[in-house]
């Protein structure tokens, strides 16, 4: 069994389709939902599907080792980020090496890095008048926004499109790729 975690701190509607995915998979299994905002929707999400649920704390998760221990207690194999906002800490990234995936709701490079999320992108990408907006999955390293590509895909902007409307369609195309590109990541040999 491959177990994942999924970080999130958000609505959690791309945990929720994570989770739906990969119920009932013989081999891979959604453990641990990470968060670090009390109230935060995905936290009703992991309650319902019946997901332990870890909160973190900011000086523990930056000052300390990350919770890596934790991770490793709960058998977690996989990282899986889906609205999580805070930088991960080095100590996480070198206990899970090319084991942490992002999405990021644009084309990395451009519209990425610190303060681009959620709104900000969109509203980013449709005051510069792009034709084009999408999706980015990519491999987390000690940057923001930055680690190796691992599949983009694309979606048409209409001049009568607002950040909200651009927003909507991004998220279709979230939940229509992250659990299947996990999926293919997991299924190769030798990771995971
Ligand atoms: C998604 O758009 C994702 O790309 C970004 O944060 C958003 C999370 O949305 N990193 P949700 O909480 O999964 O609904």
Redesign the pocket.
């Known amino acids: 069994m491959q177990q994942i975690a999924i970080f999130?701190s958000?609505?959690?509607?791309?945990?929720r389709e994570i989770i739906r995915h990969f119920q009932h998979h013989p081999t891979i299994r959604i453990s641990l939902i990470v968060c670090n905002k009390p109230g935060a929707?995905?936290l009703q999400i992991a309650d319902k599907e019946k997901i332990p649920a870890l909160m973190l704390e900011k000086d523990n998760f930056f000052r300390g080792d990350a919770y890596v221990e934790t991770l490793k207690e709960f058998g977690i194999d996989f990282i899986v980020l889906?609205?999580f906002l805070w930088k991960i800490p080095d100590a996480l990234i070198k206990a899970y090496p090319g084991k942490i995936i992002?999405?990021?709701?644009a084309l990395l490079p451009k519209y990425g890095g610190k303060g681009m999320?959620?709104a900000h992108v969109h509203e980013s990408v449709i005051e510069a008048g792009e034709k084009e907006s999408g999706?980015t999955i990519h491999y987390v390293d000690e940057y923001y926004d930055h680690g190796q590509p691992i599949f983009q895909s694309t979606v048409a902007i209409e001049p009568t499109d607002t950040p909200e409307s651009l927003a909507a369609k991004?998220?279709q195309l979230?939940h229509k790729f992250y659990p299947v590109i996990i999926e293919e990541i997991l299924n190769k040999p030798n990771k995971g």
Do not use: M, R
Not at 102 to 105: C, G, L, S, V
């Open positions: 999130a958000g609505a959690g509607s791309n945990a929707g995905v889906a609205g992002n999405i990021h709701p999320y959620g999706i991004i998220h979230e």
